[in-house]
């Protein structure tokens, strides 16, 4: 099946920095997610985004789809941006592969 | 904003027992998963249902498992004779026919004893 791996998977953070995770992805992808998972355990969506570069509020994602990756933006990070992050790509029949996730800590 | 809603948030069964996990898509939408989430690890795809019947399902969705859709509303997991390796956290999602994007439930956690 399709690989999909993040890097790093673990980052610690001084509140106000900035970091950037990525995404790699062993075979063409119909689409890409990044998810938030939340102390809740929630998955919330943060970007669907195929290719591009998508920017909401502090966070911003890139994805070059040719050449299999996808970029998370965190910019002037607070303690709420704490959590995993996970990508997630679309294949076969709209399933999706995730990836082990990017485990946040930003500390004040 | 409509969300995708899942019942009950956290369920304790012990081993051998049926549960049954329930979730109500979004209404407008078309098709419908299951994901689970092992504590640490992550997110694995079960199932895909579209259209009153299963699309896709991987390994892990053995005969135990079942998944239906009761009624216009609800879309339910029923694990049979659960196994200690079933202890997860559940996830359902759902997505409009004409885009990719799935949303997902907050999540049920199982813990089977």
């Known amino acids: 099946g399709i690989q999909v791996e993040q890097s790093p998977p673990d980052l610690i953070l001084q509140e106000g920095a900035n970091s950037t995770l990525r995404c790699n992805f062993s075979?063409?992808?119909?689409?890409l997610q990044w998810f938030h998972q939340n102390p809740w355990g929630q998955l919330i969506n943060l970007f669907y985004?195929?290719?591009g570069t998508k920017q909401n509020g502090r966070l911003s994602a890139t994805t070059v789809a040719t050449e299999r990756y996808s970029l998370l933006y965190i910019s002037s990070s607070q303690t709420t941006d704490s959590g995993v992050y996970f990508c997630a790509v679309y294949y076969g029949n709209n399933r999706l592969a995730f990836g082990k996730g990017n485990q946040v800590v930003v500390i004040p | 904003e409509p969300e995708v809603t899942q019942t009950p948030s956290h369920q304790v069964t012990q081993m051998g027992q049926e549960v049954i996990l329930r979730c109500v898509p979004i209404?407008?939408?078309?098709?419908f998963y299951w994901y689970r989430q092992i504590l640490g690890q992550k997110v694995e795809f079960l199932v895909s249902f579209y259209n009153n019947e299963i699309s896709e399902k991987s390994e892990i969705f053995d005969d135990r498992f079942s998944v239906e859709r009761p009624d216009g509303s609800n879309f339910t997991l029923k694990i049979r004779s659960t196994k200690l390796e079933d202890s997860a956290m559940y996830f359902c999602a759902s997505k409009q026919g004409a885009t990719y994007e799935q949303y997902f439930g907050p999540g049920t956690r199982l813990t089977v004893t």
């Open positions: 985004i195929p290719s």
């Open positions: 209404s407008n939408h078309l098709y």
């Open positions: 075979d063409s992808v119909n689409n």
